[in-house]
């Protein structure tokens, strides 16, 4: 089956092998994601970010957005879902689709893993996979 991806230059590899795109800021070496298009993608150099992260903050989105959205939106299509930022420790936070249906299991600080989920068909019949992240495990223990 053919995929897409929601948007060209997010993604590179596919499955377990999956990584993020981001930038890194030639004179500075600040990371941001995505990669920047156009003039302003000259001062970066393109870097694959981390695959796993902690779950920083999130929410759970209950109706459908509104435009740009473009993903199931009628009341039989939508389901809740949850979004939040995850920190890829030393590069940065990102926001992404969290990928479980066990809301009252998201905990912050919890691992979390970069995954590939379909996010809604293309004109073509193609599915169109967008980023996320799931949950891999319990929350790291405190140190006393």
């Known amino acids: 089956m053919t995929h897409n991806m929601v948007a060209p230059g997010l993604v590179a590899?596919?499955?377990?092998?999956?990584?993020?795109?981001?930038?890194?800021?030639?004179?500075?070496?600040?990371?941001?994601?995505?990669?920047?298009?156009?003039?302003?993608?000259?001062?970066?150099?393109?870097?694959?970010?981390?695959?796993?992260?902690?779950?920083?903050?999130?929410?759970?989105?209950?109706?459908?957005?509104?435009?740009?959205?473009?993903?199931?939106?009628?009341?039989?299509?939508?389901?809740?879902y949850a979004v939040g930022y995850v920190e890829l420790a030393g590069q940065l936070i990102v926001e992404a689709r969290l990928d479980t249906e066990d809301f009252a299991g998201l905990r912050i600080g919890m691992p979390m893993r970069l995954t590939l989920l379909p996010y809604r068909r293309g004109a073509d019949g193609a599915e169109v996979l967008t980023y996320a992240f799931r949950p891999v495990g319990p929350i790291p223990e405190e140190k006393p």
């Open 13 to 80: 590899g596919a499955g377990a092998d999956a990584r993020l795109l981001g930038g890194k800021g030639r004179s500075d070496g600040r990371i941001v994601f995505p990669m920047p298009t156009g003039p302003e993608a000259e001062r970066y150099e393109q870097v694959e970010l981390a695959a796993e992260g902690a779950l920083w903050s999130f929410t759970v989105q209950r109706f459908a957005p509104k435009r740009p959205y473009d993903g199931p939106s009628g009341e039989a299509e939508f389901k809740p």
